[in-house]
Each structure stands twice: as structure tokens, then as C-alpha cells.
T-cell receptor
Framework: SAVISQKPSRDICQRGTSLTIQCQVD?????MFWYRQQPGQSLTLIAT?????????ESGFVIDKFPISRPNLTFSTLTVSNMSPEDSSIYLC???????????FGPGTRLLVL | LAKTTQPISMDSYEGQEVNITCSHN???????ITWYQQFPSQGPRFIIQ?????VTNEVASLFIPADRKSSTLSLPRVSLSDTAVYYC?????????????WGLGTSLAVNP
């Protein structure tokens, strides 16, 4: 099966700084998504990463805070900008292949903001 | 988007069959039902997906009644390693609209 990797796997950051998370897939995918899972909570969709165009953000999430890139069909980045402790969370990317009807998730990036 | 309701937690013992039921009264015609498993500090792992009737794979079975307003995930002979959170999701999968709404899931504890 295809492999989805995320870098970094975890990080501890100071408030006011930014962190860029990478999601790499070893085969081309149709769709890529970014989620956030705060401690003890369920998953919340941040945005759909669109290849070659601006990401589509869900209500409550904006590009200035969570800029996303997707330069090709196997790679995407999510930046968490001007971080505060409230951004401490697990960030997950997910992908869909072809016309399949299932999302597959990366291992996640655990972020702690001090 | 359909909303799901499932028990917050369940307890079981090794070797037992576990059935987790999910209610989705407002499921739409083009919605599929999907179950994921999540271990602490890991991304969710796909378990099974179905539209109607019964689906079985090497891990679990999914039972969906004719009205599709609920579904039951059946895990045969659970082991300690099946302790995890199980999420039931419904959503349209056609085209580019694959948004999912995640509930709190069911925290399953398998005891020795």
C-alpha cells in the first residue's frame, strides 16, 4: 500500500513563531486534506489542499493563519503562523486516490506551543 | 452533512465480539458510511466502508439496515491491541465533495 509521511513528527515551538508541516505521499493522489485534532478532541477539517491553486478553507480557518501549498500531486505543506498555545494540537494530512471513496491519513505532527 | 451519534465508551474482554452502533438519522442518498480506528498519537486508520446491507473484510463487518439510519461495526474476537477510539462517519464521496464531520468516537477498552 502507498505510504503517507509527515515531517516533523513532533515539535515544541515558542509563541509568535511559525512552523511548516510537510505531507509526502509516494504516489499521486487526487485530493489532500489537512486536519487538526486538539487534545482529547475529535478531528476538525482545516482545508482542502488544491494542486496549483489556493486551498479551500473551512469556516473558522483562514489563509493568513494556515497557509497551505500543494505544488504537485504528491506533496503539500501546512504552515501554522504566529503560533499561540491554543495551536497546540496534532495536525494530520489525509489523501484520496483516484475516484476512491476513502481517506487515508498520515501519522500526524504533534505540536506543542509554549 | 449527516451527523452521527455513537456511545462515548465501551468495555469488553479479550476474545469477545464487540458491536458498536452508530446512529445517522439524516443520512443522505449519496452518503457512504465509514469507520476508522485511532490509537493515541497516531492518525486514524481506515477499517471498513459500506453503503447498504453487509460488508465484511479481514478486520471487521459492517451491518447497515435497509433504512440506513444506523450502522453497526462488528469486531470479532477482540484483543488488547483493539483498544482504541472508533469513529463512525457519513459523507458524500462523489466528485470533489469529500468533507467529513468527525464526532467524538467510541473509546473501546479491551480488558484481559
Amino acid at each position: 500500500s502507498a505510504v503517507i509521511s509527515q515531517k516533523p513528527s513532533r515539535d515544541i515551538c515558542q509563541r509568535g513563531t511559525s512552523l511548516t508541516i510537510q505531507c509526502q505521499v509516494d504516489s499521486q493522489v487526487t485530493m489532500m486534506f489537512w486536519y487538526r485534532q486538539q487534545p482529547g478532541q475529535s478531528l476538525t477539517l482545516i482545508a482542502t489542499a488544491n494542486q496549483g491553486s489556493e486551498a479551500t478553507y473551512e469556516s473558522g480557518f483562514v489563509i493568513d493563519k494556515f497557509p497551505i501549498s500543494r505544488p504537485n500531486l504528491t506533496f503539500s505543506t501546512l504552515t501554522v503562523s504566529n503560533m499561540s498555545p491554543e495551536d497546540s494540537s496534532i495536525y494530520l494530512c489525509s489523501v484520496v486516490w483516484g475516484d476512491a471513496e476513502t481517506q487515508y491519513f498520515g501519522p500526524g505532527t504533534r505540536l506543542l506551543v509554549l | 452533512l449527516a451527523k452521527t451519534t455513537q456511545p462515548i465508551s465501551m468495555d469488553s474482554y479479550e476474545g469477545q465480539e464487540v458491536n458498536i452502533t452508530c446512529s445517522h438519522n439524516n443520512i443522505a442518498t449519496n452518503d457512504y458510511i465509514t469507520w476508522y480506528q485511532q490509537f493515541p498519537s497516531q492518525g486514524p486508520r481506515f477499517i471498513i466502508q459500506g453503503y447498504k446491507t453487509k460488508v465484511t473484510n479481514e478486520v471487521a463487518s459492517l451491518f447497515i439496515p435497509a433504512d440506513r439510519k444506523s450502522s453497526t461495526l462488528s469486531l470479532p474476537r477482540v484483543s488488547l491491541s483493539d483498544t482504541a477510539v472508533y469513529y463512525c462517519l457519513v459523507g458524500p464521496w462523489a466528485g470533489n465533495n469529500r468533507k467529513l464531520i468527525w464526532g467524538l468516537g467510541t473509546s473501546l477498552a479491551v480488558n484481559p
